[in-house]
């Protein structure tokens, strides 16, 4: 065999080969997975209460109460009283450099060490801590703060906004600097650093297999729910009415007592009566009702029906916790929370309370904590507090309960 000869045998091959790998590939079941890539965001919220401020020795660094999870590495704020102000600063403390931080604090020499990071109680010159945070994450890439200094009557004196690299953690990064020329102290008595701290990490990948079988159980769910519906739809296989308004339901009893325990105890007492297979509704509206019995039949509410105004939406909810469809009731609650507003919070608060949803009023609750200002300054929060005493005394404990926590808006 010559080379020419040689040559063109070993390209044959090697398409040939190439050929046989693509067959090979295409053979091959596909991959069912994918890949979510997020950026972790986690957040603290802490307070820094220094009493007898003017007391403060200048130029003496003050460092507060580590915050740490890790024992090789944490985190700490440090001030520095000047003259006419003061200064706040973040700085890492690793193991090699820990034992030579001093600590100082701004009320009697006779305060040995730092306060530990527990509870919620407001310490003379400790640090209240809500979350304990590990900087020894060498994954960390961005700290944010946010600290308000606020006096002994919790007016906001100083606004200070900070971010910085974390690439370096011998590095000490200024928060923000104060300065005057009046005679008279800033702040004489105490001083309050309320403080918000984010941290923001690598972004993390996660690869996430897909579950085929569930895929394909979900088509057939849809499937079952369209057969439903358009059951319902054209009355077939119905025994019983449900009288509502100027209407009747034709429904399928089997269904609706399979769906609602409520539907099955009123159906199954008709039927050993012997009275006619119909039922009389009198307190549901007719809308409701109809999007009820549809439910029942598909386990789903039409699109349309995501957009119904909010005593519709209300109306619905009253009707699944009637006849305890408790899916449907925690779906109308969703959607009542996404129609919220300040003027509705207080009502929300109420039917959820009278209906018994505690996960309800725990949003109604939270949704007022959040806009507290607004919300007590409204007409209807009046008219709430007149009619309903002890509940709004209960959603102001709430607030100032988690006020007091350090859970700040």
């Given at each position: 065999m010559?080379?020419?000869?040689?040559?063109?045998?070993?390209?044959s091959?090697?398409?040939?080969?190439?050929?046989?790998?693509?067959e090979?590939?295409?053979?091959?079941d596909?991959v069912d997975?994918f890949?979510v890539?997020?950026?972790p965001v986690?957040t603290?919220?802490f307070e820094w209460?220094?009493n007898?401020f003017h007391?403060?020795?200048?130029?003496?660094?003050?460092y507060?109460?580590e915050?740490?999870?890790q024992?090789?590495s944490?985190?700490k704020?440090?001030?520095?009283?000047?003259?006419?102000g003061?200064?706040?600063?973040?700085?890492?403390?690793?193991r090699?450099?820990?034992?030579k931080t001093t600590?100082?604090?701004?009320t009697t020499?006779?305060?040995?060490?730092?306060c530990?990071?527990?509870?919620?109680?407001?310490?003379?010159s400790q640090?209240?801590?809500?979350?304990?945070?590990?900087c020894?994450?060498?994954l960390?890439?961005?700290?944010?703060y946010?600290?308000s200094?606020v006096?002994?009557?919790r007016r906001e004196r100083?606004?200070?906004?900070a971010?910085?690299?974390?690439?370096?953690?011998?590095?000490c990064?200024?928060?923000?600097?104060?300065r005057?020329n009046?005679?008279?102290a800033?702040?004489d008595?105490?001083?309050?650093?309320?403080?918000?701290?984010?941290?923001?990490?690598?972004?993390?990948t996660e690869t996430?297999?897909?579950d085929?079988?569930?895929?394909?159980e979900?088509q057939s769910l849809?499937k079952?729910s369209?057969?439903l519906?358009?059951?319902?739809?054209?009355s077939?296989?119905?025994?019983?009415?449900?009288?509502?308004?100027t209407e009747?339901i034709?429904?399928?009893?089997?269904?609706?007592?399979?769906?609602?325990?409520v539907?099955?105890?009123?159906l199954?007492?008709?039927?050993e009566q012997?009275?006619?297979?119909?039922?009389?509704?009198?307190?549901v509206?007719l809308?409701a009702?109809k999007?009820?019995v549809?439910?029942?039949y598909?386990g789903a509410?039409e699109?349309a029906?995501?957009d119904?105004?909010f005593?519709?939406?209300?109306d619905?909810y009253?009707?699944?916790?009637?006849?305890d469809?408790?899916?449907?009731r925690?779906?109308?609650?969703t959607?009542?929370?996404?129609?919220?507003?300040?003027?509705m919070a207080?009502?929300?608060?109420?039917?959820?309370?009278?209906h018994?949803?505690?996960?309800?009023?725990l949003?109604a609750?939270?949704?007022?904590?959040?806009?507290?200002?607004t919300v007590v300054?409204?007409e209807?929060w009046?008219?709430f507090?007149?009619?309903?005493t002890?509940?709004a005394?209960?959603a102001?404990n709430?607030c100032a309960?988690?006020?007091?926590?350090?859970?700040?808006k």
């Amino acid at each position: 065999m010559n080379g020419h000869e040689e040559a063109h045998y070993s390209t044959s091959n090697l398409y040939k080969e190439k050929g046989a790998i693509a067959e090979a590939v295409n053979d091959l079941d596909p991959v069912d997975f994918f890949m979510v890539t997020g950026v972790p965001v986690e957040t603290y919220r802490f307070e820094w209460i220094l009493n007898q401020f003017h007391n403060l020795p200048t130029n003496m660094n003050l460092y507060s109460t580590e915050i740490c999870s890790q024992p090789s590495s944490c985190c700490k704020l440090k001030l520095i009283k000047y003259e006419n102000g003061f200064g706040l600063f973040h700085v890492y403390q690793t193991r090699n450099n820990r034992e030579k931080t001093t600590f100082s604090f701004a009320t009697t020499p006779s305060d040995p060490v730092p306060c530990p990071l527990s509870g919620f109680a407001h310490q003379k010159s400790q640090m209240s801590v809500v979350n304990n945070i590990s900087c020894d994450d060498p994954l960390s890439l961005v700290t944010e703060y946010q600290v308000s200094a606020v006096d002994k009557d919790r007016r906001e004196r100083i606004r200070w906004t900070a971010c910085f690299s974390n690439s370096n953690k011998d590095q000490c990064h200024t928060i923000g600097v104060y300065r005057n020329n009046l005679s008279k102290a800033f702040f004489d008595d105490v001083l309050i650093l309320q403080c918000c701290m984010k941290v923001t990490k690598m972004p993390e990948t996660e690869t996430l297999t897909l579950d085929t079988e569930c895929s394909l159980e979900s088509q057939s769910l849809k499937k079952l729910s369209q057969d439903l519906k358009a059951m319902y739809q054209n009355s077939m296989n119905t025994d019983f009415t449900l009288e509502v308004e100027t209407e009747e339901i034709r429904v399928n009893g089997s269904i609706l007592s399979a769906r609602s325990s409520v539907f099955k105890k009123m159906l199954h007492h008709d039927k050993e009566q012997h009275s006619p297979c119909s039922v009389a509704i009198t307190d549901v509206p007719l809308s409701a009702m109809k999007r009820l019995v549809e439910f029942l039949y598909t386990g789903a509410v039409e699109e349309a029906a995501k957009d119904i105004p909010f005593q519709e939406v209300y109306d619905l909810y009253y009707a699944a916790d009637k006849y305890d469809v408790m899916d449907l009731r925690k779906m109308c609650g969703t959607t009542l929370m996404s129609k919220a507003s300040v003027d509705m919070a207080s009502q929300i608060l109420l039917w959820a309370d009278r209906h018994n949803d505690a996960d309800l009023k725990l949003q109604a609750l939270n949704f007022i904590r959040l806009n507290f200002e607004t919300v007590v300054d409204t007409e209807a929060w009046r008219c709430f507090t007149d009619n309903e005493t002890k509940l709004a005394i209960e959603a102001l404990n709430f607030c100032a309960h988690k006020f007091k926590a350090g859970e700040y808006k």
